[in-house]
């Protein structure tokens, strides 16, 4: 089977709060619409580069109560630190890195949706 990864959707009912989150943490802008959007439908690139995969922000209904959790896992290439002093820059907050059980340093954080960020 011949397949490529896309991209994650993400739905939230305050669609905009999510996208401004991803914004700050620097994620590139592909399209943005009006908040008042029926869909909102705004994306961001999770890497740089033609193709590649792409978070795209829906409104969630407002008659859907599913919650559904996404779990992104980012290399840091080695710079963890830089990594968490850029987040906390932004002005999002968020724990300071940890060593995991397995030996390796892990940061943590979660988008205002609910949906956790790795970084490893």
């Excluded at 409104?59 to 996404?70: G, K, L, P, Y």
């Amino acid at each position: 089977m011949e397949v490529k990864f896309r991209g994650i959707n993400i739905y939230s009912k305050k669609p905009e709060v999510v996208f401004e989150f991803y914004k700050k943490l620097g994620f590139r802008v592909l399209e943005e619409v009006a908040p008042d959007d029926k869909w909102y439908g705004s994306t961001l690139a999770l890497q740089d580069g033609a193709n590649e995969p792409m978070i795209w922000i829906w409104r969630q209904d407002d008659e859907d109560n599913t919650i559904v959790c996404n779990r992104f896992v980012f290399s840091a290439n080695g710079k963890i630190d830089e990594v968490y002093e850029d987040i906390i820059a932004a002005g999002i907050e968020c724990k300071p890195p940890f060593t995991a059980v397995w030996g390796g340093r892990e940061l943590i954080l979660h988008d205002p949706a609910g949906n956790e960020l790795l970084f490893l």
